[in-house]
Structures are given as C-alpha cells and as structure tokens.
C-alpha cells in the first residue's frame, strides 16, 4: 500500500503475520535507494514491497538498509530471509542487538542520522518497551514528518511495558520529550502494527497516559 509520496521519497507498507506487523519501505525516486524496515514476517509478501517500491523509483532499486526497530521475536522473523536475498545492512538499536539473532551491521543512537541518496533518516531512541526500541524520522521535504514508532506508540498510547513502572516512566518521558516535544501535530506517527495516528491527534491525551501508567 502506497502510504506517502513526495518529491523525493515514496513510502509503502504491508500488514503481515496473525499479530498484524507492519513492515515499511522508502524509495528514493531518483536513485532508487531503498530502506526497510521491520522485517517482521513472510517474506514472499516483502520480496513483493520490494517490488513495488522498485516501479517507483528512475533508478534501478537497492536495498542498502534493514532497520528493526526492537529485537522482539515477531518484528524480526524474516530478517535473515531478507538480508540474505538483498544483499543489506542490517541495523538496530545498541541494546537490542544481543537480543537478536541475526548479525546487525550498524548500532543505532539517539539522534544518529542515516544518508541515503535521496532522503535521510534519524533514529530516536525510546527506551522502555525494549532497552533499544527505535523510531526512525523522516522529514518529508514539502509536509509532515513522518515517524516509525514501532511498538513505542500507537493510537491511543505507549508501548507494552509489562506493568513495570520504570519501564512505563521511561518509555513515557521519551516519548513526551522525544516525539512530542520535539516535533509538530501534523507528524505522522507509523507504528508497529494496525492503523496510524498523527501527533496532533494524541497530543491531548499525554496526561490521561501519565495517570493510568500505561
């Protein structure tokens, strides 16, 4: 499914697996560089993405990075599938990597910032869900930003913390200061699995969050 398209970049996403992981790929359109990421499942269905972000592109299409977002099992189940065909490098967060049984190339920071020919993504770490749990920014050149939340946020709230509080408190703040206050209403959040949101659509009930504690 085509999600955004703008002068430079088109993004896709497809749903796989019985818990609804979303997988997402960018397309340079001029270069046809091409970034994935959540290798969640079925990679029959992301060989197929892979296609269709490559029709978008002037340029013959190259994967050059797979990016998971945190190392649980279900968002990693055709990494090695997908490294392996596409020829990628793989990256995730710093602390997510022993947790992940696929060899990673590149260890994410916060605020580290990945060039591509074409376009640019930042990761912003938000710690809590996991202890390296990313999201990855992309400033689209004439709208919104978009974000890649993986399981960090959703509609309607922060990740799974498992009802422990410092992980809750700590996915929270990073969440409030990282993506909320960092960034404007109109940015599109992408999350790990089911349907997106907007900043702006959440931003209202940060408080309510805080409360519940969860």
């Not at 002037?58 to 099992?73: D, F, Q, R, Y």
């Amino acid at each position: 499914m085509l999600l955004h398209e703008d002068p430079a970049v088109t993004i896709r996403g497809i749903s796989v697996s019985e818990m609804d992981n979303n997988v997402y790929l960018l397309t340079a359109k001029k270069s046809g560089a091409q970034v994935l990421i959540d290798a969640a499942d079925d990679f029959p269905a992301i060989e197929q993405l892979l296609r269709d972000g490559a029709a978008d592109a002037a340029g013959p299409a190259k994967v050059e990075l797979v990016i998971t977002t945190h190392s649980h099992w279900d968002h990693v189940r055709a990494l090695a599938d997908t490294v392996a065909a596409t020829g990628a490098k793989s990256a995730a967060g710093a602390e997510d990597i022993p947790a992940i049984e696929v060899p990673t190339d590149v260890s994410l920071e916060h605020q580290d910032v990945g060039r591509f020919d074409g376009f640019s993504l930042e990761a912003i770490k938000l710690r809590g869900h996991t202890p390296g749990s990313v999201a990855l920014l992309y400033r689209a050149p004439d709208g919104p930003a978009h974000v890649f939340t993986g399981d960090s946020l959703f509609p309607g709230g922060v990740g799974n913390t498992e009802k422990d509080p410092e992980r809750f408190a700590s996915l929270f703040n990073d969440v409030r200061d990282r993506l909320f206050g960092y960034l404007p209403d109109d940015t599109v959040i992408h999350p790990g699995h089911g349907k997106g949101t907007t900043l702006g659509a959440e931003r209202p009930h940060l408080d309510e969050w805080k409360s519940r504690g969860w």
